[in-house]
């Protein structure tokens, strides 16, 4: 199954692809947004053991993928959790093998 998910982008008119923006992706941005493609949420905890990274990188990891609009922070506190970001326009779930490559 390939994906393929659109986001909006703060210059310009058109749309760009997550896949377009994958290459230059961090390798532990790329493993959070692939852990979510195949789970609803992750907590920071949970972030931290994938990427192997102590709290306060995972903070900067989550924090740099939430101002990038790739996934959005919910709840507060102890019960903080992120999800892959629904708010842009569309999500065309094609492409997917590129996300493995």
């Keep these: 199954m390939d994906i393929e998910i659109f986001r909006p982008i703060t210059t310009g008119d058109k749309s760009r692809t997550i ?19 195949d789970h609803q949420e992750i907590s920071r905890k949970k972030a931290s053991s994938l990427i192997n990274s102590k709290s306060t990188k ?10 990038e609009k790739f996934i959005d922070k919910q709840g507060q506190g102890r019960a903080t959790f992120y999800a892959l970001n629904k708010k842009p326009a569309t999500r065309l779930f094609q492409n997917y093998s590129a996300w493995y490559a």
């Design 19 to 37: 896949a377009n923006d994958y290459e230059r992706l961090s390798q532990e941005k790329k493993t959070i947004l692939l852990y979510l493609m």
């Design 58 to 67: 995972t903070y900067e990891v989550l924090t740099e993928l939430v101002n």
